[in-house]
């Protein structure tokens, strides 16, 4: 309350959701990217993402493939659900993983920033090249 009256506005954290555009805080993508990052920064993390790229798969399957023992795949899961890029799916007595597409998704359009960038850059040396193949430029 400022000076009797409730706030005019709300103050925005780092998930905040504008529910009618689904647009995020710039805060919290930047997170998630970072979150995002840092997870498959690990090379076991990856190769399990590339493992599940395929389609979910058990945890004894996931061991078999990954030269870890399971403690150590598991923990790796752990870290991999924790930023929010695979899910975990109880079938009876087995537990299966999947890929969540969110996250790979919004690093996806994080990086096509940079990808316009590096396309020009490139039509660029492209043009710079004929120019010297031509003899224009020497």
Same mark, same amino acid.
């Given at each position: 309350?400022?000076?009797?009256?409730?706030?005019?506005?709300? %103050?925005?954290?780092e998930r905040?959701?504008?529910?009618?555009?689904?647009?995020?805080?710039?805060?919290? /993508?930047?997170?998630?990217?970072?979150?995002?990052?840092?997870?498959?920064?690990? #090379?076991?993390?990856?190769?399990?993402?590339?493992?599940?790229?395929?389609?979910?798969? &058990?945890? !004894?399957?996931?061991? %078999?493939?990954? &030269?870890?023992?399971? #403690?150590? %795949?598991?923990?790796?899961?752990? /870290?991999?659900?924790?930023a929010g890029?695979?899910? %975990?799916? &109880?079938?009876?007595?087995?537990?299966?993983? !999947?890929?969540?597409? !969110? #996250?790979?998704?919004?690093?996806?359009?994080?990086?096509?920033?940079?990808?316009?960038?590096?396309?020009?850059?490139?039509?660029?040396?492209?043009?710079?090249?004929?120019?010297?193949?031509?003899?224009?430029?020497?």
């Open positions: 309350m400022l000076g009797g009256h409730e706030r005019p506005f709300q %103050v925005l954290t905040t959701i504008y529910v009618f555009t689904d647009i995020y805080s710039s805060g919290y /993508i930047y997170a998630v990217i970072i979150e995002t990052l840092s997870a498959l920064a690990e #090379p076991n993390r990856l190769q399990i993402v590339e493992l599940l790229r395929v389609g979910p798969r &058990p945890v !004894a399957e996931i061991c %078999v493939r990954v &030269p870890l023992g399971q #403690p150590q %795949v598991s923990k790796h899961l752990r /870290i991999l659900r924790d890029l695979v899910q %975990v799916q &109880p079938r009876g007595q087995q537990r299966f993983y !999947a890929l969540r597409a !969110a #996250p790979l998704r919004e690093l996806d359009e994080w990086l096509e920033r940079f990808r316009n960038i590096w396309g020009a850059r490139f039509d660029q040396l492209d043009q710079l090249l004929l120019e010297m193949k031509k003899g224009e430029i020497k």
